[in-house]
């Protein structure tokens, strides 16, 4: 019954920018933390940034933080990840999730970003 649909995604020349979106359904979001993670070809999924659940914390990789803000909107179940100075480094398939229930709600499709020039 939960889902998650990411978008947003593209192609983006390096020093580019792009902001993602993430629309749930199915459960009580405003409840629950989110987070963006991703998984770059040949590389196992990593957590990008997270934000608790009425917003007031957030944490971000090292490779990302200064450069990516993660946001969410809890009126519209609606959680943001803005990107800038996008890097090679970057290209992935973008997916969010809910921290406390990655074990048991399948994955999305994701979005893919993909930094080139």
């Known amino acids: 019954q939960v889902q998650l649909v990411e978008s947003g995604g593209g192609l983006v020349q390096p020093g580019g920018s792009l902001r993602l979106s993430c629309a749930a359904s199915?459960?009580?979001?405003?409840?629950?933390?989110m987070a963006w993670y991703r998984q770059g070809p040949g590389k196992e999924r990593e957590l990008v940034a997270a934000?608790?659940?009425?917003?007031?914390?957030?944490n971000y990789a090292h490779s990302v933080k200064g450069r990516f803000t993660i946001s969410r909107d809890n009126a519209n179940d609606t959680v943001w990840l803005q990107m800038n100075s996008l890097q090679r480094e970057d290209t992935a398939a973008y997916y969010c999730?809910?921290?406390?229930?990655?074990?048991?709600?399948?994955w999305g499709q994701g979005t893919q970003v993909t930094v080139s020039s």
């Open positions: 199915g459960f009580v979001f405003a409840s629950y933390a």
């Open positions: 999730h809910g921290p406390a229930f990655v074990a048991t709600v399948p």
């Open positions: 934000i608790s659940n009425d917003g007031g914390d957030t």
